[in-house]
C-alpha cells in the first residue's frame, strides 16, 4: 500500500481513498462565508460544500461546489471565500456555469495569493455554479477550529508512542496480532495489513470509501425514450460525495430543455433543490447542469438539446449524505 493512502477494507487488501496524510473535513456556507466582491450586487442565496484536505505531498487543497444567486444579473461573478488564500505564483483554473435556460459553462480562475473565486467571459445570469479543487498556500484558517469536526481521516502530526491513546505514530512499529486504535492514526512510510482495519471514532468504511455503481434513470421532459449510461463512479469523504458520470439520451424536439432522474450510490434525504449540484458538458456542445430531486431524493439533469439525435452527456456532481 503507497504511503499516505488511507482507504476502506475490502477483504485482505485496502481500497486507497484519496491521497491524504493529515486530516480531510467537509464544511458548508457557514464556515466558508461565501461573500460577493463585485460593488452593489450582492447575494441572496448562497449554497456550498466544500472538503479541505492536505494531499500526499502535505500541501493543503480546497476541493468545492458553490452555488450563487445575485441581486442582479452578471457577466463575470466574483466570489470570495473566508479564511484560505489560494496558492501563490499562479491561477488556477476551475469551472463556473451560468445557469438560465440556455446553461453555459466557461472557465474560471481562483486569484494567485488571495481568497477570491473569478468567473469570466461567460453568459450572464443572476444564477453561478462553481467547482474545482485547486491547492492553497496553507492551511486554512478556520481548519482547527472548526465546529464541523466530524470528517476525521487520519491524524495531525504524530507525537506519541504506538501505545498512546492519543495520536499513534506508526513510523517503526511492527505488530503481531491485533491491535486496536482508539484515536488518530499517523503513518510515515508503508502501512501493509492483513485483514480488515476499523477506524475509530468517526470514519469506518462506511464514510471512507470510493466505488462504482449503475445509475437507473428515468425519463422526464424532451426525450425519446428512457436514458441509459455507463456505469457511475464516485468517492465518499465523511458525509462528502463526489460522482462522475456518462448519459445517452435521445432528445425529441432540438433547442429545447430535456430533464430526466438519475439515482444516487449512497442514499441521501434532499429538502432542497441545491443539496446536490453539478454540472457537465455534452457532445454536441452544450452544458448541463445536475439539481436535487426532493421528492424522489435522487439528482434532476438539465440539458438544451443540441439536436434530436442521440447525445451524450459527461457530468460530475457532489452532494451531502443527510
Known sequence: ???GYLGSPVGNTIVPVVNLVKQSKLVTNSVLGIASTV????LTEATAYATAYADSAGLWRLRFNIHVTFTNTLTAPTLSITGVVFKSGTYQTITC???GTSPY??????MDGANTIYGYGVATSTIWMFSGDVELNAEPAWYAANAENSQQIAAYSPS???TSAGLVDLTTQTFA????????LAVTGTLNVAGAITIDPTETSANLRSGKYTPTFVLKTNLDATPTGQDGHYLRVGNMVTVYFTLDG???????????????PIASNFTGGYDLIGNGTTDTGKHCRALADTVGDR??????AGGTGAESLYMSLGYTVV
Open 160 to 162: 506519541a508512542s504506538a
Open 105 to 110: 459553462t466557461g472557465a474560471a480562475q481562483v
Open 97 to 99: 456555469m451560468a445557469v
Open 39 to 42: 460593488g452593489g450586487n450582492a
Open 1 to 3: 500500500m503507497a504511503s
Open 299 to 304: 439528482a434532476l439533469i438539465q440539458w438544451v
Open 250 to 264: 435521445n432528445p425529441t424536439t432540438a433547442g429545447s430543455l430535456c430533464e430526466c432522474y438519475m439515482t444516487i
Open 177 to 184: 496480532g491485533n491491535k486496536t486504535f482508539s484515536n488518530n
